[in-house]
């Protein structure tokens, strides 16, 4: 096996290499024409259930399960549930599964269009442990504590910061940042540190991933009516340094910002994850050039036989002996109809109500319910960005002062031969209360109105940038996250659509946990099958 001092080696000689070669291309380049378009999820399909005309359907089947969505909490139901039936179907409307954590590639790499990396996980979920075994993922235990393949961990150098003209290593402000603006983020580090080891009255601890097993204890719950920028200044956190770090990792996680992500799952940001390696140090990411999108090909691995694609399920009702659903097979131009025991909907809410029959009186305030969107773009470069002072090209790449992600480096995980040749990809959530207007913003941008903001922003760190853009594509997602804003988490609108619908209709999404992260997607779905297990629907 290579070991990481390896990688880590060759990825630097790679970065140099990389760097002398921009430097000469600088000196002669002008910005040339490139390709850019705008891609995304199968418009077509998501208009049908919009305008709800559907023909009645002309063919029957039937199952122990139906699953509706093929995301990773669909992914995760499906995974379980072939422990105990093998008579069950997925339906997913995209041409594949994945939902917001899919992926595309060039001849150069593979890269993310959504989710990019998993954090070590702690021992909450079994599950989820068992899955990454399965995976080789984790290759096995020393002194108790997990042995990550070394392929999979985030190689060196991990991440930088571009502020004050210099690339700092690591996103915690530092590089010219005031004695008195560093004292507080250290004593906000501190504090999120100590609420790491903290349980509530009940035992549990108060952060947890799945956010389920957090504690319910009022000193905890009651931060989720403040929004994090509330609980900074009741802290007395008042530093624009730290103000924007805690920005930054709200968008990170949730797609929000400061005033409206509840202090409770901002928190959770910092205080949850508790993951530990025998063979990395525990702030390490799982990640692959392709994102979480590896993950997914590991889930999907032996459910092939029983995923369907291209398929728009539109009506979800209830009956005597179980469930009915109706659905557009666009392959064969077809509507559809399934009977099954139960149904589990792995898709987010603002589908689900349109899914379910009005008779089913679930009588719920949807618009609870607010989801950032996010354009996401991945641009082919002709050699690697390196240019600036500082910290070498690393795997995630921040500019401070920016509403953006910055980007992250698709090749960084490459092993072998590197090329200067690498795809970016660029992260930018679209944060502000009125999601709706924005979603309508974003969906009327061209991709030249996308390519202006994205360039704007990277030619700050690297203002040769478009001498070297071959490719630029980008891709909108109207609905990308779940924000956790003040109240939702603990509010009753999420804990009633959480409920089963006459122990036949279960909802499995990372919706239901309220923060859109691999764990809690993944923990979703094999909970709802769970719950059918404990219903005793399958015979098994
Ligand atoms: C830009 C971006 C970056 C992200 N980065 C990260 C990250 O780095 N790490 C991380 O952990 N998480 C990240 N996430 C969050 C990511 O959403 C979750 O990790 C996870 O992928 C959500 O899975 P899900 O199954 O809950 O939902 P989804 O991915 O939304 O899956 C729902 C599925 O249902 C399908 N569907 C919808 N309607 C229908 C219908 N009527 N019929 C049939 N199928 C239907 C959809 O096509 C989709 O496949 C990111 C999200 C975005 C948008």
Known sequence: MISRRKFVKHSMQAAAGSSLLLSALQSCKQPAAYPATLVGPNARLGHMLRSGKFEEPSEGSNADVLIIGGGIAGLSAARYLKKYTDNFILLELGDETGGNAIAGSNAITAYPWGAHYLPLPGNNDPELIAFLREANVITGYANSLPVYNEYHLCFDPKERLYINNFWQEGITPREGVPEKDRHEIERFLALMHDYKDQRGSDGREAFAIPVALSSQDKKYIALD??????????????????????NYCCADDFGSSLTDTSAWAGIHYFASRKGKAANASSDTVLTWPEGNYWLVKQLRKDLEKYIKTNTLVYAVDATNSGVTVLYFDAAANKTKKITAQAAVLATPQYVNQRLLNPNLKRTLDYSAFQYAPWMVANITLDASLDERKGEKLCWDNVIYGSDSLGYVNATHQQIGFHNSHTVITYYKPLPGRDVKKLREQAYRSTIEDWKNIALQDLRKPHRQIENHIKQFDAWVWGHGMIKPVPGFITGE???????????????????????????????????????ILERNLLKV
Not at 225 to 246: C, D, H, K
């Open 493 to 531: 609108t999420r804990a009633q659509t959480s409920m089963a619908i006459q122990d036949k209709i279960y909802f499995a999404h990372s919706d239901m946990s309220g923060i859109s992260i691999f764990e809690e997607a993944f923990y979703q779905g094999h909970i709802a099958i769970r719950k």
């Open 225 to 246: 009516a403040i929004s994090m920028e509330q609980f900074l200044a009741q802290n007395g956190f008042t530093s624009p340094y730290l103000r924007w770090y805690v």
